[in-house]
């Protein structure tokens, strides 16, 4: 099956401070999303982007669909931002979204 | 708000007790999934029901099973839980489950063994 890694699996970040996420996967997909799970496990969509660029506030991302690879940009980061960030990828044929390794990222005062 | 609901946040049982997980839904999505979040592990998914065929996955074990009686609700049956099968179970749904489908979560379940 498809291979989904994320990178950096920990991440420490100061108040303010900027930072990019990436997602690599194995194999064409359909379907993109990231999500935020917050400490008490809720998993939050944050973007559909199976190509192209988004922006919502301080998060946007990028996938660049022939090179296999999203980026979820945070700027400015807040404390409320910690928690994992989850990649999923979804392909013709499968209707289950495969989901990244996480990056678990603290946001501290 | 439409929103996935998911019945009760915790769940607290013994060894070998069948338990059953609830979900629920005010999106009137066709379909709804189960998934099983480990921790420290992604979530993976258990089985999902469009409208209401159900689809196991290969890997999913027998212990588990599932009953959509309507639209709104789909539930998660634990026939004999084991202290593996500790872990946080999600109820996602999305509109016509179709690979470009947006999934939308539950806040989870989190079960314990003892």
């Known amino acids: 099956g498809i291979q989904v890694e994320q990178s950096p699996p920990d991440l420490i970040l100061q108040e303010g401070a900027n930072s990019t996420l990436r997602c690599n996967f194995s194999?064409?997909?359909?379907?993109l999303q990231w999500f935020h799970q917050n400490p008490w496990g809720q998993l939050i969509n944050l973007f559909y982007?199976?190509?192209g660029t988004k922006q919502n506030g301080r998060l946007s991302a990028t996938t660049v669909a022939t090179e296999r690879y999203s980026l979820l940009y945070i700027s400015s980061s807040q404390t409320t931002d910690s928690g994992v960030y989850f990649c999923?990828?979804?392909?013709?044929?499968?209707?289950?979204?495969?989901f990244g390794t996480g990056t678990r990222l603290t946001v501290i005062p | 708000d439409a929103m996935v609901i998911q019945n009760p946040r915790y769940q607290v049982t013994q060894f070998g007790k069948p338990v059953t997980l609830s979900c629920s839904q005010t999106?009137?999505?066709?379909?709804m999934y189960w998934y099983q979040q480990k921790s420290s592990q992604a979530p993976k998914l258990l089985f999902h029901?469009?409208?209401?065929?159900?689809?196991n996955e290969a890997d999913t074990p027998d212990n588990f099973q599932s009953r959509r009686p309507n639209t709104s609700f789909c539930f998660l049956d634990i026939r004999s839980p084991g202290l593996g099968d500790a872990a946080m179970y999600l109820c996602?749904?999305?509109?016509?489950?179709?690979?470009?489908?947006?999934?939308?979560f539950g806040p989870g379940t989190r079960l314990t063994v003892l």
């Open positions: 996602a749904t999305s509109i016509y489950g179709g690979v470009t489908d947006t999934q939308y």
């Open positions: 194999d064409s997909v359909n379907n």
């Open positions: 982007i199976p190509s």
């Open positions: 999923a990828v979804g392909q013709t044929g499968a209707n289950n979204l495969f």
């Open positions: 999106l009137n999505h066709n379909v």
């Open positions: 029901y469009y409208d209401k065929d159900f689809n």
